[in-house]
């Protein structure tokens, strides 16, 4: 059992930067992978980066390749994503999930056992 709190989202203006902090409590992280989603109104969530627990490896969607970094802090079992550059686009609710498969790292929500709560970031024109 994994629980995962979501901080940091806010209202910015577009070109500015913000950074997210997903928390996690229960079991150790070492086989996982950490995703991080987004979800607009009236869109599907979709995927926008993960990274895999046990090496450090990263895959970003393409539309936040450059702009987002997604990191991790192994002591505090904290995954951050680190947001430069931001659109109005990137306008939605941010969520962290964990992947428990021991899999590569995989781009649909579906395959991800347990969500944090969201948070809201807002990029202003």
């Known amino acids: 059992q994994v629980q995962l709190v979501e901080s940091g989202g806010g209202l910015v203006q577009a070109g500015g930067s913000l950074r997210l902090s997903c928390a996690a409590s229960?079991?150790?992280?070492?086989?996982?992978?950490m995703g991080w989603f987004r979800q607009a109104p009236g869109k599907e969530r979709e995927f926008v980066g993960a990274?895999?627990?046990?090496?450090?490896?990263?895959l970003y969607e393409d539309s936040v390749k450059g702009r987002f970094t997604i990191s991790r802090d192994n002591a505090k079992k904290t995954v951050y994503l680190q947001m430069n550059t931001l659109k109005p686009e990137d306008t939605a609710v941010y969520y962290c999930?964990?992947?428990?498969?021991?899999?590569?790292?995989?781009?649909?929500?579906?395959?991800?056992?347990?969500w944090g709560q969201g948070t809201q970031v807002t990029v202003s024109s």
């Open positions: 999930a964990a992947d428990r498969s021991m899999s590569t790292i995989r781009s649909s929500p579906d395959e991800y056992d347990y």
């Open positions: 229960g079991r150790t992280l070492g086989s996982y992978t």
């Open positions: 990274v895999r627990w046990v090496n450090g490896y990263t």
